[in-house]
């Protein structure tokens, strides 16, 4: 059974930092791509980042880049999402998320019950 | 970036009856990379729908897909009580992935 489990989030001031962390099990991990996707307070979805299942190639949606960063460790089937300067906006639950295959990055088949990172001075 | 606008907002429908939710993209979804989620309250999305019209692994034959370019329809027939949850699109053809803003299925 596929399961994702995020840890990390937590209540934090504008320009702060963390990691966040998703533990996933019953698949191969490393033959996979990943992705965060989030949603804020009574909001839509928002796709966030994806990396590749070797960890070679990764994206971000524009409102991120420079301040996120996604990675991977495949010894240990985990995924990582490090944010830094934390804006107001970025509050919201983090998903991580399953691709469907290595060449089907965005479809989501899988998805971890979140965590909830709020910014808040 | 693709714009994904999904109507109606709610739908409030009686079990048994047939849902139809529209979604349309402000360009051409590539090779018809669109996927349809169910969110239910308190609960990650899940999976319904993929390349427009396949159905995902466990999905019920009640809920198919269709459509391609620009114009994407959910349909789900036969509503039951257990429908009743937030439906979203995305398309997954061209970077950045965008979901749309989500169309509310209520069960009178």
């Known amino acids: 059974e596929v399961q994702l489990l995020e840890s990390g989030g937590g209540l934090l001031q504008p320009g702060g930092s963390l990691r966040l962390s998703c533990a996933a099990s019953?698949?191969?991990?490393?033959?996979?791509?990943m992705s965060w996707v989030r949603q804020a307070p009574g909001k839509g979805l928002e796709w966030v980042s994806a990396?590749?299942?070797?960890?070679?190639?990764?994206y971000y949606t524009d409102s991120v880049k420079g301040r996120f960063s996604i990675s991977r460790d495949n010894s240990r089937n985990t995924l990582y999402l490090q944010v830094y300067s934390l804006r107001a906006e970025d509050t919201a639950i983090y998903y991580c998320?399953?691709?469907?295959?290595?060449?089907?990055?965005?479809?989501?088949?899988?998805w971890g019950q979140g965590t909830l990172v709020t910014v808040s001075s | 970036e693709i714009v994904l606008t999904q109507s109606p907002g709610t739908l409030s429908l009686s079990p048994g009856e047939r849902a139809t939710l529209s979604c349309r993209a402000s360009?051409?979804?590539?090779?018809?990379?669109l996927a349809w989620y169910q969110q239910k309250p308190g609960q990650a999305p899940r999976l319904l729908i993929y390349?427009?019209?396949t159905r995902a692994t466990g999905i019920s034959d009640r809920f198919s897909g269709s459509g391609s370019g620009t114009d994407f329809t959910l349909t789900i027939s036969r509503l039951e009580p257990e429908d009743s949850a937030v439906y979203y699109c995305?398309?997954?053809?061209?970077?950045?992935?965008?979901f749309g803003q989500g169309t509310k299925v209520e069960i009178k």
């Open positions: 998320a399953k691709g469907y295959s290595n060449n089907y990055y965005g479809i989501f088949d899988y």
């Open positions: 019953g698949f191969t991990f490393s033959n996979y791509a």
């Open positions: 990396i590749s299942g070797s960890g070679d190639n990764t």
């Open positions: 360009q051409s979804v590539t090779s018809n990379y």
């Open positions: 390349g427009a019209s």
């Open positions: 995305q398309q997954y053809g061209k970077l950045p992935w965008t």
